[in-house]
């Protein structure tokens, strides 16, 4: 059974810090992960997606890869209030994603 | 924008009554899903389909089924509903691939009771 783990929190931040929410995979052959944000009573949103080692930047958002140590951050620049969400991080493998349970974010005004 | 609907986002239910929930999608992707969200136990994927008329279950196929007779639509059906069915239903779709871009995108989700 694959499996992605994440850290449930909250994690809680004061307005504008940086927000690092981390993700592992166990299934080494894994090529593609994304990380999503769903508010409270909502669907989940994609907001990242990531396929290769290193860094990439959408605005206030980072999404870092380490397949070596099989690892996905998101980093969350200048939080503001309205990042105050459950973050779920996904892998995929074949057709499917593999969510992770999510952290989610608590950012204080 | 990618589009994906359901069509109710609330919705009562009898145990023992057959459910039907609907999902839509405008992008013409090939895959779509059918989750369940319950809190402490994330999204569990129930049933999947890769094309028309395919179908293929994912981890928790016990008391559901499905049907897909156009690419845009992907229907969950309950055949007999409990209340352990209790839940949020989200849908999603995909574009086809055993490429590295298969983002799958949520429909707004059908909060379940059964009583």
């Known amino acids: 059974q694959k499996e992605v783990e994440q850290n449930s929190g909250p994690l809680s931040v004061p307005e504008g810090a940086i927000a690092s929410l981390n993700c592992t995979y166990s299934?080494?052959?894994?090529?593609?992960f994304f990380w999503y944000r769903q508010y409270s009573g909502k669907s989940p949103e994609l907001i990242m997606s990531?396929?290769?080692?290193g860094d990439k930047e959408d605005g206030r958002f980072t999404a870092q890869l380490n397949k070596a140590s099989q690892y996905v951050s998101l980093l969350i620049r200048d939080s503001q209030p309205s990042d105050s969400a459950t973050y779920l991080c996904?892998?995929?493998?074949?057709?499917?994603?593999?969510f992770g349970k999510g952290t989610m974010l608590l950012v204080s005004p | 924008d990618v589009k994906v609907t359901q069509s109710s986002r609330y919705l009562v239910k009898r145990t023992g009554e057959k459910v039907f929930l609907e999902c839509v999608q405008d992008?013409?992707?090939?895959?779509m899903f059918w989750y369940r969200q319950d809190p402490g136990l994330g999204l569990r994927l129930i049933y999947f389909?890769?094309?028309?008329?395919?179908?293929e279950k994912g981890d928790i196929p016990e008391g559901y089924s499905v049907s897909r007779e156009k690419k845009e639509r992907f229907s969950l059906i309950l055949e007999s509903a409990s209340t352990n069915q209790t839940s949020m239903y989200l849908c999603?779709?995909?574009?086809?691939?055993?490429?590295?871009?298969?983002?799958?995108?949520f429909g707004p989700g059908t909060r379940l009771t059964v009583l």
């Open positions: 999603a779709s995909s574009p086809h691939g055993r490429g590295l871009y298969n983002e799958q995108f």
């Open positions: 299934d080494r052959v894994s090529q593609s």
């Open positions: 990531i396929y290769s080692n």
């Open positions: 996904a892998v995929k493998e074949y057709s499917t994603l593999t």
């Open positions: 992008m013409d992707h090939e895959n």
């Open positions: 389909s890769y094309d028309v008329k395919m179908k």
